[in-house]
């Protein structure tokens, strides 16, 4: 699941997953940075808002290092079980922030993929397409409720320009252009419940094709 900061992807996520484990999938809901003990560790360097001075280059490696943990601990596992993992962003965040938020291009996201991750490709990727504004506002307001306290407590990404998540957006929809297949883009600027209907249906699409090509 991809999308920009504020979209709703966390919720969603959560929403499809009930969806599939009634249907009596076994489901796996996890998440990127982060969603191993090593991973966490990495997310709160680069996420937390007092990292400064880190270079794009190195925000790219831990993005990776990250990554390549969670493959060999938790998702390659799951996969060898037969298990549904739903992520919360993964390679393709990578190619949208570090890529186009950052200016570090396509190519070396692409090339340490296939290095780091062998080129594991999500079956699908839902991409929540919203507007800059509104994500990244509901983003803020929703780190200052959760801050309780009246004072926000974005992360780090959060703190970026709308220029930058402009660049992220492009990013996002080159990749789907590129990759139709793959990605399939839901809009996601009405409510929760109108997103998380798209959301099930494509994936209803999805799980019959497999089905019949199986
Ligand atoms: P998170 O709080 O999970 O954001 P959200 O709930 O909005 O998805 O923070 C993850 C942040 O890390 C988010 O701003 C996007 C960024 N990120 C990258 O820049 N590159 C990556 O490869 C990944 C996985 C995340």
Do not use: W
């Amino acid at each position: 699941m991809e999308g920009l900061d504020g979209c709703g992807k966390s919720t969603q996520l959560v929403k499809l997953a009930d969806v599939l484990r009634a249907r009596g999938f076994s489901v796996l809901v996890t998440r990127e940075p982060g969603g191993t003990a090593i991973g966490e560790k990495i997310r709160r360097v680069l996420l937390d808002t007092a990292t400064s001075n880190l270079s794009p280059m190195a925000e790219l490696a831990l993005m990776f290092a990250s990554r390549a943990q969670h493959i060999a601990e938790v998702i390659h596992p799951a996969l060898a079980e037969s298990t549904i993992v739903l992520c919360d962003r993964f390679t393709d965040s990578t190619e949208a922030y570090q890529g186009g938020g950052r200016k570090l291009g396509s190519a070396p996201v692409r090339q340490l993929h296939r290095i780091l991750c062998g080129d594991l490709q999500p079956d699908l990727t839902i991409l929540m397409e919203s507007e800059v504004a509104a994500s990244v506002e509901r983003a803020r307001h929703r780190n200052k409720n959760r801050n309780g306290r009246g004072k926000t407590d974005e992360n780090r990404f959060e703190q970026e320009s709308r220029a930058f998540f402009g660049r992220v957006r492009t990013a996002y929809l080159a990749i789907a252009a590129r990759e139709p297949q793959r990605v399939v883009v839901v809009n996601a600027r009405g409510t929760a419940a109108e997103t998380h209907a798209r959301i099930v249906e494509v994936v209803r699409q999805r799980l019959k094709l497999a089905a019949k090509t199986a």
